[in-house]
């Protein structure tokens, strides 16, 4: 099975909320993750990565913490927007030698104007 | 080119014909992935390819399967004797490196009747 999941298959918020997307590991050899953003129709979309000599990293209105303790990630969307409504994917490289980007199985973020 | 390109964007095939699926990663990217993804679906990792390296298979579904690439250039996917269960978007990514951001083409919709 899958070693990178996520808590939530769906989500909605209320634009201008926040959101907050999680995503759960198995491999604690990982040392590589990814978040990308997939709108109907196209391919994936890098948004941010992280590495897991980090707990935390910013980008343009999105945020990525690492927490290996409990093998957890999440992407936090500030002020979210209506283009911001997507499948959300996590991704992990476990490292050592494996060249496998592993998906889970994504969650589906809706904004409600 | 700017991006991953894949040709054809839309394929419909007969069940038991054979497939190629073309991919052009980003000019000087070393490594690049095939994934497969069902709809609704999250990614399903097929094969990677790095630089001369011998590429890892260990994603290919069934011996119907098989991937090329010479060198950093294009790379095929053949799909040998298609079934109905090989409908889905078929997805090539490249990176610099393994363990850097991997960028997606659009994908390739095959459906096969």
């Known amino acids: 099975g899958e070693s990178v999941g996520l808590h939530l298959p769906t989500l909605s918020v209320q634009e201008g909320d926040n959101s907050i997307i999680n995503c759960a590991y198995s491999n604690s050899a990982s040392d590589y993750f990814i978040w990308y953003k997939q709108e109907s129709g196209k391919g994936p979309q890098f948004i941010i990565d992280?590495?897991?000599?980090?707990d935390k990293r910013q980008g343009q209105r999105v945020t990525v913490l690492l927490n290996k303790t409990v093998k957890h990630l999440s992407l936090q969307i500030a002020a979210t927007q209506p283009g911001d409504s997507a499948v959300y994917f996590c991704?992990?490289?476990?490292?050592?030698?494996?060249?496998?980007?592993?998906f889970g199985k994504g969650t589906k973020l809706s904004v409600i104007p | 080119g700017a991006g991953v390109s894949q040709s054809p964007s839309n394929k419909v095939t007969e069940k038991g014909k054979d497939v190629e699926l073309r991919c052009d990663p980003i000019?000087?990217?070393?490594?690049l992935y095939w994934y497969r993804q069902r709809l609704g679906q999250g990614l399903e990792f097929l094969i990677y390819?790095?630089?001369?390296?011998?590429?890892?298979k260990s994603g290919l579904p069934s011996d119907r399967f098989s991937a090329e690439r010479t060198g950093e250039s294009v790379s095929t996917l053949t799909i040998q004797r298609t079934q109905q269960e090989d409908s889905a978007v078929y997805l090539c990514?490249?990176?610099?490196?393994?363990?850097?951001?991997?960028?997606f083409g659009q994908g390739t919709r095959l459906t096969v009747v």
């Open positions: 990514a490249s990176s610099v490196d393994r363990g850097a951001e991997a960028f």
């Open positions: 991704a992990e490289n476990r490292g050592a030698g494996s060249y496998q980007l592993t």
């Open positions: 000019s000087g990217h070393t490594a």
């Open positions: 390819f790095q630089g001369n390296s011998a590429p890892d």
């Open positions: 992280i590495r897991s000599n980090m």
